[in-house]
């Protein structure tokens, strides 16, 4: 399948215009029209309405995205509820097997999918290619360890040898999925895929600026195997689709902004059904007198300008020990100062341009307000738009106050703040301070101290010597936040049981719970607690 750019476009730097691209014989698109077309065709949409998407690369035109109506999400959850049906009876050595199949596709694919990300959030090759490589480690994750997670397992009994209990994972039903535009391949797929495993049918919304991607997710799927009508796609604004989502939703996945976390939890909350909230942070590394200073510096560059800082787990806040400051200092803006930045979507640049206007605008703000308070600039601090419309450099700060809005806010661009530190303790409660509780990294040769350190620091994820990869690419450990950066987890035994219901059946033999052989109620109860005595002594749970 092609993913070139139609032969009459051009890299002319126009930025995004209000025309329809589909009506406009002078628009220059950056996809092939009709690989566009093969993917809309997949959002379930009556409307007839259909909204234009520009790459943040050029700002050319890149597809109409149509869009779905209440009555169009309604129909997107009976063809889900019709399609779950079946699947949850298919053995969970054919889903495994099908997830099996979607890696294999996902790596053969990579150069495509790495193209459509690239054009659609701008973001540089390499950091597109985390993408594929971390659906492909999750699907190989969740199909090696099904049995594992979903098997129905023997609990102990309280009369033993005598009450036999087990306990089944029943799947939720149909799991509402409302994703962002960062990682868009990614976040489509690997909270839907231990859904699909655990035997949900799924209604996703990806983010407006990145349909294609999601929807690219949704063809793979079905190339892969999965039956039609298991993974709906709907296009719309959040405000509007957010709520007849989570109406029909039986269990509701959600990754964005803290914001709309809050409105969605308080929606879910009404309905009493379950939710998991992956939402922002201000996450801090830690380098400690003793860190190797080259590979934090070059987790520092990477923590820090990763998809231009546009990814939940990145570093905006970094803790350095006095004694090692100005050495890493030095090293650290030396490397900031020496990436490429580069359009366009080939190998080669270290980061790319930020996703939209917005985007420019908040990181812009941000650093334009840390300047007018005293803060230094030490690498970048200004857009590129020779570069692009949405470029901003990759940039440190250093003087950073708490009257300053990066100082506690996310900017989620490519801005990061240094700070000195005297003693640890004071670095761990600096780097807790605030709502936030995502993400945080600790740099030193001591890993047994780093350890001991991590379980101080309110993150869900520390990683030591590794900036976020560590934990994100662990696939049998949780991620989430703790505080304002979420509810539940993704990832491991906890991503997977969140879309399942546990089920306790039990079987009782020979005795009842009630008086037997014509006894009184206070014999009875005289009997139940010598036994119970009796078990507490021989160990029993
Ligand atoms: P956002 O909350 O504005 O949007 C995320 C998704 O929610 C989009 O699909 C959007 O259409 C939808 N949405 C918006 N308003 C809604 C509403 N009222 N009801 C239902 N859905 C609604 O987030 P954003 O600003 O576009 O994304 C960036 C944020 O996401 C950052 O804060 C970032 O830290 C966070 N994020 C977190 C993780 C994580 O795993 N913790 C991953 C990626 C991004």
Redesign the pocket.
Known sequence: MSVQPDPSSSSSGQQAGPADPEHDPTASYALDPAYVRSLTARVVSTTGESVPTYTPITGQPLAMIPQSSAADVKEAFARARRAQQAWSRTSLAHRSQLLLRLHDLVLDRQAEIMDLICWESGKARKHAYDEPLHVALTARYYARTAHQHLDTQRRVGVVPGLTRVEVNQVPKGVVGI??????PFD?ALIDGLPALLAGNAVVT????QTMLSGLLAAELLEAAGFPEGLWNVVAG???E???P??ERSDYLC????????K??AAQCADRLIGCSL????KNPILVLRDADLDRAAEGAVRASFSSAG????SMERMFVADQVYDRFKAKFVEQTKAMALRPGIEWGSDMGSLISQSQLDTVTAHVDDAVAKGATVLAGGKARPDLGPYFYEPTILEGVTPDMTCFGN?T?GPVISLYRFHDEADAVSRANAGEYG?NASIYSKDTKRARLLARQIKCGTVNINEAFGATFASLDSP???MRE??MGR?QGAEGIHRYTESQAVAVQKLIRFSPMFGMSDETFAKVMTAQTRLMTKLGRV
């Not at 919304?205 to 407006?208: C, Q």
């Open positions: 409302i994703a962002p535009w960062n990682y976040l919304k990806p983010d407006a604004p959040g405000r689709l957010g709520g989502i989570i959600f990754t964005g902004s803290t914001a709309t976390g409105l969605i992956e939402l922002g942070g546009q990814l939940c787990v996310e989620f995502l991620m989430g936040g950066s979420g993704r």
